[in-house]
């Protein structure tokens, strides 16, 4: 459920009131407030330190009909609940709402659109980021996929959000490398980019590197910046050097039938992937030292890797896996098939990190509670498993700060001894 407007802010009353007052600076008071401090307003609530008011405000450079805020507490539908309110003879437009401190999401702002819904085709054309909220997150363009184009989002950060310390690029100190290459692959019939990191001061003189393999490759590389996050650790000796693998698909329609519990997936993997990686870089052959991860749907396609194949991949590192998935929507009995196929399967040499978004409930799609009955059965099987929620929504401006938890608690130091 979507947080609703309970109240104005504070600060959006005391403006009220000083305009109705008749004070001539109060407005441009306001306004260099927040140029200085950026958007949204955040406001304590006396007597609650869990929550926070927060106003998203939009300032008139034109004739303004209707601004409205798209993603984030307003969700992705009925954009006519989500209207800024205009206050009278001012070019403030605004809306409040009351959320949790620990919140981070992303959202945007869509000014004078269609107030239909976007399954109809009218809202949905002029969406813009926030132009008074200097924090971004932006989704480049994959100048290999045609359909893709360049996306840019607002950060929505409030105070007790979880500090992002390992995605932030140091100047000093050695950085791995990332090497590109294509893979043709028999069995699946297709070629892929493959982006493999290996870590500074990389030789094949020493022991065998501990191996991590991330589907959805482009997104590990552009949105989530996995190199960084491993110079980080690796740099303050949080995890070993590990070499990653970073499985790119070649196109949408491919990437929702080969990660979805998909046979001739894993088949790739073990069979052509895996000695392709160990013949050209000095990785482990240990199951019990080698990662499959991914998100979403890639969460859900390393789960049934290491259903399937628990004898190459040991460790199984799930951001908001699509555990939800069903293999066959007409049959009730399917319903969360990977969790039916742990539940039927004897107990695997596997560990688990999963984690799943607080505010993921997309429709009838239910990502906390699919997540926790994974937990839930995994644990009864007798696994090993590391579950954390975070307060956010399906997106990669959360994975990109956990990413690291799922690391440090599979192969950090204190993890392995």
């Given at each position: 459920m979507v947080?609703t407007?309970?109240?104005t802010?504070?600060?959006?009353?005391?403006l009220?009131?000083?305009?109705?007052?008749?004070?001539?600076?109060?407005?441009?008071?306001?306004?260099?407030?927040?140029?200085?401090?950026?958007?949204?307003?955040?406001e304590?609530?006396e007597g609650?330190?869990?929550?926070?008011?927060?106003?998203?405000?939009?300032r008139?450079?034109?004739e303004?009909?209707?601004?409205?805020i798209?993603?984030?507490?307003a969700g992705?539908?009925?954009?006519?609940?989500?209207?800024?309110?205009?206050?009278?003879?001012?070019?403030l437009?605004?809306?409040?709402?009351?959320?949790?401190?620990?919140?981070r999401?992303?959202?945007?702002?869509s000014?004078?659109?269609?107030?239909?819904d976007?399954?109809?085709?009218?809202?949905?054309?002029?969406?813009?980021?926030d132009p008074?909220n200097?924090?971004?997150?932006?989704?480049?363009?994959?100048?290999?996929?045609?359909?893709?184009?360049?996306?840019?989002?607002?950060?929505?950060?409030l105070?007790d959000?979880p500090?992002?310390?390992?995605?932030?690029?140091h100047?000093?100190?050695?950085?791995?490398?990332?090497h590109?290459h294509?893979?043709r692959?028999?069995?699946l019939?297709?070629?892929r980019?493959i982006?493999?990191?290996?870590?500074?001061?990389?030789t094949?003189?020493?022991e065998?590197?501990?191996?991590?393999?991330l589907f959805d490759?482009?997104?590990y590389?552009?949105?989530i910046p996995?190199?960084?996050i491993?110079?980080n650790l690796?740099?303050e000796?949080?995890?070993p050097?590990?070499v990653?693998?970073?499985i790119?698909?070649?196109d949408?329609?491919t990437?929702?039938r080969?990660?979805?519990?998909?046979?001739?997936?894993v088949?790739?993997?073990?069979?052509?992937?895996m000695?392709?990686?160990?013949?050209?870089?000095?990785?482990?052959?240990d199951p019990a030292?080698?990662i499959?991860?991914g998100c979403?749907?890639?969460?859900?396609?390393?789960?049934f890797?290491?259903?399937r194949?628990?004898?190459?991949?040991g460790?199984v590192?799930a951001q908001?896996?699509?555990s939800?998935w069903?293999k066959?929507?007409?049959?009730?009995?399917?319903?969360?098939?990977?969790i039916?196929?742990f539940?039927?399967?004897?107990?695997?040499?596997?560990?688990?990190?999963?984690?799943?978004?607080?505010?993921?409930d997309m429709g009838?799609i239910?990502?906390?509670?699919?997540?926790?009955?994974?937990?839930?059965?995994?644990k009864?099987?007798?696994?090993?498993?590391h579950?954390?929620?975070?307060n956010?929504?399906?997106?990669?401006?959360?994975?990109r700060?956990?990413?690291?938890?799922?690391?440090?608690?599979?192969?950090?130091?204190?993890?392995?001894?």
């Amino acid at each position: 459920m979507v947080a609703t407007q309970i109240q104005t802010s504070p600060r959006i009353n005391s403006l009220q009131r000083a305009l109705e007052a008749g004070d001539p600076m109060a407005l441009e008071v306001f306004w260099q407030e927040i140029m200085e401090s950026g958007t949204p307003l955040i406001e304590t609530i006396e007597g609650d330190d869990r929550h926070a008011l927060v106003t998203f405000l939009w300032r008139d450079k034109e004739e303004t009909q209707n601004v409205v805020i798209w993603g984030g507490p307003a969700g992705l539908e009925h954009p006519q609940d989500h209207q800024m309110t205009h206050l009278p003879d001012t070019d403030l437009w605004y809306k409040t709402y009351w959320l949790q401190r620990d919140l981070r999401g992303v959202y945007t702002l869509s000014i004078n659109d269609s107030l239909t819904d976007q399954e109809s085709g009218g809202f949905g054309t002029r969406f813009i980021p926030d132009p008074l909220n200097p924090k971004r997150f932006v989704a480049h363009k994959d100048e290999e996929k045609p359909d893709s184009q360049e996306v840019v989002f607002s950060i929505l950060e409030l105070p007790d959000a979880p500090v992002q310390t390992w995605i932030v690029p140091h100047m000093d100190g050695a950085k791995g490398k990332l090497h590109a290459h294509r893979l043709r692959s028999q069995i699946l019939n297709n070629e892929r980019r493959i982006w493999v990191y290996t870590p500074a001061d990389y030789t094949e003189r020493n022991e065998p590197y501990r191996l991590l393999l991330l589907f959805d490759g482009w997104e590990y590389i552009d949105l989530i910046p996995t190199p960084t996050i491993l110079d980080n650790l690796v740099r303050e000796g949080k995890i070993p050097p590990l070499v990653t693998v970073l499985i790119d698909n070649p196109d949408g329609e491919t990437r929702n039938r080969e990660l979805t519990c998909h046979q001739p997936f894993v088949d790739f993997l073990t069979q052509e992937l895996m000695p392709w990686i160990q013949e050209h870089y000095h990785v482990t052959t240990d199951p019990a030292r080698t990662i499959v991860g991914g998100c979403s749907f890639g969460g859900l396609a390393a789960a049934f890797a290491g259903l399937r194949a628990p004898d190459t991949f040991g460790n199984v590192l799930a951001q908001s896996g699509s555990s939800w998935w069903d293999k066959d929507p007409e049959e009730d009995i399917q319903q969360e098939w990977i969790i039916q196929q742990f539940i039927a399967s004897p107990p695997l040499p596997l560990r688990f990190y999963l984690e799943v978004g607080l505010k993921e409930d997309m429709g009838w799609i239910y990502m906390v509670g699919c997540n926790r009955h994974l937990r839930d059965v995994l644990k009864l099987k007798g696994y090993e498993v590391h579950y954390a929620e975070f307060n956010g929504y399906h997106h990669y401006v959360s994975h990109r700060g956990s990413l690291a938890d799922g690391l440090l608690a599979l192969i950090g130091k204190q993890a392995i001894g």
